[in-house]
């Protein structure tokens, strides 16, 4: 398993330079990620950036530098976006509790299309686009009624809060002519995500497009574009393999030539957050004090679940290490299980549970965690015991851009209005007897 192109004399000159904890994004291996794929993948589909996997603009700039185009699921995420410079044509925006605001955001913007969950959604965007005076270009996320194996978190073809049933679309004629200020234009579905299969990429983009193609034909509109999803995963526990971009691409490759021939005027795309981010991504902590504690050996270090609370394990029950190691030296001691625990005062807080790191850890060391570029701060407790958000940097070329500066006190404090309350508080009265 690779871990980012950096040298661990750089790793530690960029940690002496920007502080700890701190997130390193090498943009060269991003650059290769996105091109590694998008080089070998039919162009007739075009790729997505969910930034929901790592909202920094800065890793979303690169990336549409490269090509990519943007999803997104909220305001912020699509200020986001133009603010990389996406155009609004090449964003999608997503989610299954989106607000009116957010509704009127996309359209005023012009985005390429919303996607809708709901029923309910559809209103809404509806009457949105009445009282804008405007046509709202809807794709329809379908919960299909089936599912295909292989997936770390099934999302789709299982009671869901996202999308629409598929039996409760095609039960539905009128559909298309019941809302006049919504143009019913796609079809989106999203199996899963970490899928490390490439059968399962293959038969869930097979299975999607038959899908988008009952949908249409059964609701009546023109299939303007149809979003396979994706759900792409990286390795990052022991026995995990990466796919394999060769065998995926030479598999998928003629599924979407099929359907492009036989659908010229549709556009394709297909969603990928931790796919492009993960690898480049290196969480760099910093060893505060090392203990034991009942024959175990803790490395307390200066960040830990508030900042990666993926290296907890993804959800799953079994404790499973992401990749780690000592950076700032080279160590002969023997490898001998640490548990790598945060700042946070709860046992939770473990980034790490025996983890094969030299016997001599001291204060002072550096520990990286890699792959971590997806997921990492943006799906964390940041705000637990207000340590507030880590530095961010992104490497590019023989640049070191600091790309997001750490919280800091008042940052956090700043939103928060302190209501002195000490004189409306009465004091207890002195004991005296009750008169009614
Ligand atoms: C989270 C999500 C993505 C991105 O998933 P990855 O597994 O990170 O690629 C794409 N589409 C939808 C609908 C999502 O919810």
Not at 86 to 112: H, M, N, Y
Not at 249 to 275: C, D, K, Q, W
Request: aromatic share 6%.
């Amino acid at each position: 398993m690779a871990a980012s192109g950096r040298t661990p004399a750089e790793v530690t000159e960029l940690a002496a330079r920007f502080g700890t904890p701190l997130y390193l994004y090498d943009g060269d291996v991003l650059t290769a990620q996105f091109r590694g794929l998008r080089d070998r993948l039919d162009p007739a589909i075009d790729i997505y950036y969910s930034l929901k996997a790592n909202p920094n603009v800065s890793v979303c700039g690169l990336l549409h530098t490269l090509g990519a185009k943007a999803e997104v699921s909220s305001l912020t995420e699509l200020r986001t976006a133009l603010t990389a410079r996406v155009a609004p044509q090449d964003i999608l925006f997503l989610g299954p509790g989106k607000s009116r605001e957010e509704i009127v955001e996309c359209l005023t913007q012009g985005v390429r299309a919303i996607i809708c969950e709901s029923f309910g959604e559809l209103e809404l965007i509806d009457d949105v686009a009445r009282d804008l005076g405007t046509t709202a270009k809807v794709v329809l996320r379908v919960n299909p009624s089936f599912t295909v194996k292989g997936s770390g978190l099934t999302m789709g073809g299982k009671p869901r809060q996202f999308g629409i049933d598929e039996a409760q679309l095609l039960a539905d004629p009128t559909l298309a002519s019941r809302f006049g200020a919504v143009a019913l234009m796609g079809v989106q579905a999203y199996m899963g995500t970490r899928i490390l299969t490439e059968e399962t990429i293959v038969e869930n983009t097979r299975r999607i497009f038959d899908l988008a193609e009952r949908v249409a034909a059964f609701l009546g509109f023109d299939l303007e574009l149809v979003d396979v999803g994706g759900g792409l995963g990286v390795a990052y526990f022991e026995r995990e393999r990466d796919l394999d971009v060769e065998v995926l691409t030479e598999t998928l490759n003629p599924v979407i030539a099929a359907f492009a021939a036989a659908h010229p005027g549709t556009s394709l795309a297909m969603e990928l957050g931790r796919y492009l981010v993960a690898t480049c991504g290196t969480y760099v902590t910093r060893v505060r004090f090392v203990k034991e504690s009942m024959d175990e050996r803790f490395a307390v270090a200066d960040g830990g679940t508030n900042h990666h609370m993926a290296a907890v394990g993804i959800g799953s029950f079994v404790k499973r290490n992401f990749p780690m190691r000592l950076v700032n030296r080279v160590s002969l001691a023997e490898n001998v299980p640490w548990n790598v625990t945060g700042p946070l005062c709860t046992p939770n807080d473990t980034i790490g549970k025996a983890v094969a790191l030299p016997e001599d850890l001291v204060p002072g060391d550096l520990v990286a965690v890699d792959r971590s570029g997806a997921y990492g701060v943006t799906a964390s407790p940041v705000h637990f015991l207000s340590h507030g958000y880590p530095a961010e940097v992104l490497l590019h070329g023989d640049e070191a851009l600091l790309v997001r500066r750490r919280d800091r006190v008042e940052d956090l404090l700043g939103p928060q209005v302190f209501h002195d309350l000490s004189a409306e508080v009465s004091r207890p009265e002195p004991a005296s007897p009750v008169s009614l």
